[in-house]
Antibody, heavy 118, light 110 residues
Framework: QVQLVQSGAEVKKPGASVKVSCKAS????????MHWVRQAPGQAIEWVGI????????TYAQKLQGRVTMTRDTSTSTVYMEVSSLRSEDTAVYYC???????????WGQGTMVIVSS | QSALTQPASVSGSPGQSITISCTGT?????????VSWYQQHPGKAPKLIIY???NRPSGVSNRFSGSKSGNTASLTISGLLAEDEADYYC??????????FGGGTKLTVL
């Protein structure tokens, strides 16, 4: 079946970096965009960015520009999101989600909790 | 890019209909037919219920419907069920080639 499986929870200190993976299966990896969104505890969903697995092009939310990098490995159907210079405000559940167009995130990963704490 | 504006909460009784609004600008909601709606139960990942303003994915109840007028999109849930109690989020593609979400609406089924 179609699914996205993310890597496990992370605890990081302020200023460190974190890299979260999202492995896709059950569909043609390069035929769908992959988005990353995050949700801080008790807060709304926030869009982080998008990667086109076909060519690797990316677009990031202005708020995280310069601190977030998205990459993909087509040989393993996996996308990665790295956030650097972590701050306490980056504490959130991070989700990957695919879309066929630029809207309609139809399949979601299970979420990865990232805690930033000294 | 500011978040789309949704009411913080709405409520309704079983069997009733409710509507959740999602207000953006001429650079996002008003500019494209790329508005989606998501349902999120506590501790769960969001679930897509509407895409392309008014399209339902396969398997989503026809009690959920979407529409748009100008810079405001709307989600209507008819025949409310207890299981509809959840948080609802709208999203839109923007002229900056990004995506913006709304602040979320908590639906309470009385």
């Amino acid at each position: 079946q179609v699914q996205l499986v993310q890597s496990g929870a992370e605890v990081k200190k302020p200023g460190a970096s974190v890299k979260v993976s999202c492995k896709a299966s059950g569909y043609t990896f390069t035929s769908y965009y992959m988005h990353w969104v995050r949700q801080a505890p008790g807060q709304a969903i926030e869009w982080v960015g998008i990667i086109n697995p076909s060519g690797g092009s990316t677009t990031y939310a202005q708020k995280l520009q310069g601190r977030v990098t998205m990459t993909r490995d087509t040989s393993t159907s996996t996308v990665y999101m790295e956030v650097s210079s972590l701050r306490s405000e980056d504490t959130a559940v991070y989700y990957c989600a695919r879309s066929e167009r630029v809207d309609g995130f139809d399949i979601w990963g299970q979420g990865t909790m990232v805690i930033v704490s000294s | 890019q500011s978040a789309l504006t949704q009411p913080a909460s709405v409520s309704g009784s079983p069997g009733q209909s409710i509507t959740i609004s999602c207000t953006g600008t001429s650079s996002d909601v008003g500019a494209y037919k790329y508005v989606s709606w998501y349902q999120q139960h506590p501790g769960k990942a969001p679930k897509l219920i509407i895409y392309g303003v008014s399209n339902r994915p396969s398997g989503v109840s026809n009690r959920f419907s979407g529409s748009k007028s100008g810079n405001t999109a709307s989600l209507t849930i008819s025949g409310l069920l207890a299981e509809d109690e959840a948080d609802y989020y709208c999203s839109s593609y923007t002229s900056s080639s990004t995506v913006v979400f709304g602040g979320g609406t908590k639906l309470t089924v009385l």
